[in-house]
């Protein structure tokens, strides 16, 4: 019988086929074809978030300010973290007032993009479509800022900063770039009286320095440059010290910083308002510029320090430090973030002002029994708000202006800042606001333009109270309306007129007014 088999089988005949073998299954799963699919172990490409403050076009989404359908109105604020389109990988990114700048460490021609507002030739010349001569004063979209490399295939753009009206863009080998506003000497070049920045062409380049220059800082109205060999430069506005040469006057040359930091090998450097701090790689900090708010009340009781000084303070080994308008933050080797300054500070409403740190408890950040592995990795400032960042979660504590933030994730982000019950987004709480994200690369905030700031907290609270009041005098006669009229408008004129170091008295003097509405109201009506 088994001869008869295996002549059929010479001749191409079938017989029933029996079980396959261990070895055939084996041969026939080798030989199949492979087909692999994305799933959740692909990794996602580098993302920008942008939110806040979106008039300018700094977040670079035109159809916020733009509405792209006849339904929609332009908006506003945008709340929550909204992706960002980007073409390239970005690598950097920094916002300035009301304007933003991204980079990509890219070898391409085009390496840094910018959006927002461009009074001050701070995005480059952006030229316009209508009038070649001419160039943007908003850009409502990312677009690419042509720098003078003369290597452009082979430079690098290392990272981005931006001031008030100017920003810095740091290389590798070709050094540092500077456009934009220079009136106090900010950009590193010789003040010119009666310069026009509208439309200008000029980026300047600086090199000057002992070594490479590895990190750039740009305060409100000075510069900072931090070089390899650990050593500190700075240019610009220097009437509260904040450019720490021993004087108060403008620089428009980067000068090497000395005072108590000589010597030392400074690893970090930050500014965003008019104070600065550095840290060493000792885990010291040094610090220098506007004390008003108690900056560097550990060391003076002046408002103003012109040299570096050391900050004495005994809370362990520094790691990183984040200086903003009112308030500043260091974080610690062992992950704790201590605040000091005046302002929201993140303990609540009890702790207003102080001159010491005062530690965030390690629970506002994530940790927990059940997670004691969440520590905060970095922490950033911008004039009125802080953040940290962990290996899960973006802590927000009150933000105002516009937010930039670079991520690159594993996983679906999952956004779930808490909604404000009093849905005013500048009404800021303590209480902080968790970004859950599995990596985050960098963080810049800024507080937007005073062109565009609108109503703040204070003033927002005036309107609140006109609003009450307009309603509950409805039913007065035509003839009194028009002096109640006139004196709402004097409130609304007065909430309106925000300037910082008056912005309580405004509010006080608002609420007088209302006051007084209110009883001449009740005068006349008897």
Not at 409 to 437: D, M, R, V, Y
Request: charged share 25%; with cysteine.
């Amino acid at each position: 019988m088994a001869g008869v088999v295996r002549r059929l089988l010479r001749r191409g005949l079938g017989v029933a086929a029996g079980p396959p073998r261990t070895r055939q299954l084996r041969e026939a799963e080798e030989a199949a074809p492979v087909f692999q699919y994305a799933g959740k172990a692909a990794r996602r490409k580098d993302r920008v978030f942008v939110w806040g403050f979106s008039y300018s076009g700094a977040l670079g989404v035109p159809s916020f300010v733009r509405p792209d359908a006849g339904w929609k109105k332009p908006r506003r604020i945008q709340p929550t973290p909204y992706r960002l389109e980007t073409e390239e990988k970005i690598s950097s990114a920094a916002c300035g007032y009301g304007f933003t700048l991204l980079a990509s460490n890219t070898r391409d021609i085009t390496k840094v993009w910018g959006m927002g507002l461009n009074k001050d030739s701070q995005l480059g010349f952006q030229r316009s479509r209508r009038d070649q001569t001419k160039g943007y004063e908003y850009v409502l979209e990312p677009s690419p800022i042509p720098l003078p490399l003369e290597k452009p295939q082979q430079t690098r753009v290392l990272q981005v900063s931006c001031g008030r009206a100017h920003s810095l863009v740091l290389t590798d080998s070709e050094g540092v770039f500077t456009m934009g506003n220079n009136s106090y000497g900010q950009c590193g070049r010789k003040v010119v009286e009666d310069e026009i920045y509208s439309g200008s062409h000029l980026i300047h380049q600086l090199k000057e320095f002992d070594s490479r220059v590895v990190q750039v800082v740009c305060g409100q109205d000075h510069s900072l440059f931090r070089t390899k060999k650990g050593t500190v430069y700075a240019c610009g506005w220097g009437a509260d010290g904040q450019t720490g040469l021993g004087h108060y006057n403008i620089t428009s040359v980067p000068t090497k910083l000395h005072g108590d930091i000589a010597g030392v090998n400074i690893i970090q450097v930050s500014s965003y308002g008019d104070c600065c701090l550095a840290v060493s790689d000792e885990g010291d900090v040094f610090g220098w510029g506007n004390s008003e708010y108690l900056q560097l009340a550990s060391v003076t009781e002046t408002t103003q320090v012109n040299v570096p000084r050391h900050l004495p303070f005994k809370i362990g080994k520094i790691k990183e430090a984040a200086c903003g308008g009112t308030g500043n933050v260091v974080l610690t080797e062992e992950g704790n973030v201590f605040v000091w300054g005046y302002g929201i500070l993140g303990k609540g409403p009890n702790l207003i002002e102080t001159a010491v740190p005062e530690m965030i408890p390690p629970s506002l950040f994530g940790w927990s029994d059940f997670s004691p592995d969440v520590r905060v990795a970095h922490v950033r400032c911008g004039l009125s708000q802080f953040a940290a960042l962990t290996s899960k979660f973006l802590v927000l504590l009150p933000w105002r202006g516009h937010v930039a933030v670079l991520l690159a994730e594993k996983k679906k982000e999952k956004k779930k800042p808490k909604k404000n019950p009093n849905k005013n987004p500048h009404i800021t709480e303590s209480a902080p606001i968790f970004l859950e994200t599995e990596d985050t690369l960098e963080c810049s905030i800024r507080e937007p333009d005073s062109t565009f700031t609108g109503v703040s907290m204070l003033s927002g609270i005036c309107f609140v109270l006109t609003y009450a009041f307009i309603k509950k005098v409805l039913f007065v006669q035509d003839k009194k309306k028009t002096f109640l009229k006139q004196k709402i408008q004097k409130v609304f004129l007065i909430s309106l007129y925000r300037i910082k170091g008056i912005e309580s008295v405004c509010c006080t003097l608002a609420a007088a007014e209302i006051y007084v509405i209110n009883e001449q109201t009740k005068t006349e009506s008897k």
